[in-house]
Nanobody, 127 residues
Framework: QVQLVESGGGLVQPGGSLRLSCIAS????????LGWFRQAPGKEREGVSS????????FYADSVKGRFTISRDGAKNTMYLQMNNLKPEDTAVYYC????????????????????WGQGTQVTVSS
C-alpha cells in the first residue's frame, strides 16, 4: 500500500521552528519529485516547496524563501520541511506529496502534478 504519513505539526510562537516529517511506504522517494503544500482556512491549497529527484534542485514560494528548507533522507525514505522564523501567516494544514510520474521535473509545485498525498498536519503559529 502506497502511503505518506506526516508528523511534526503543532502550536508554536512567532519566530519559532518546527520540522515536519513525511514517511513514505510502498514507494521510494528517491524516484519521485517531492512537494510540500499548505492550506489555510478559506484559502486555496498553496505549493510551498519542491525537490527534484533528478538533480536535487529545489523551489520555494516567495513567502517562505530563506525560512523553510525541504530535504529527503533516502535511508529513512522520509522527506522533511524545516520551518524557521515562523509567522502567524504560516498557519495552515501542511501536506506532503509525491509526483504522479517518476523522475518528473518540477518547479513551482502544482497540485495536479502530484498523485500521492499525506493526510495533513496542522501548524499553528500564535502567541
Amino acid at each position: 500500500q502506497v502511503q505518506l504519513v506526516e508528523s511534526g505539526g503543532g502550536l508554536v510562537q512567532p519566530g519559532g521552528s518546527l520540522r515536519l516529517s513525511c514517511i513514505a511506504s510502498g514507494l521510494s522517494l528517491e524516484y519521485y519529485g517531492l512537494g510540500w503544500f499548505r492550506q489555510a482556512p478559506g484559502k486555496e491549497r498553496e505549493g510551498v516547496s519542491s525537490l527534484n529527484s533528478n538533480d536535487g534542485s529545489t523551489f520555494y514560494a516567495d513567502s517562505v524563501k530563506g525560512r523553510f528548507t525541504i530535504s529527503r533522507d533516502g535511508a529513512k525514505n522520509t522527506m522533511y520541511l524545516q520551518m524557521n522564523n515562523l509567522k502567524p501567516e504560516d498557519t495552515a494544514v501542511y501536506y506532503c506529496a509525491t509526483t504522479k510520474n517518476r523522475r518528473a521535473k518540477i518547479g513551482a509545485p502544482r497540485a495536479e502534478d502530484f498523485g500521492v498525498w499525506g493526510q495533513g498536519t496542522q501548524v499553528t503559529v500564535s502567541s
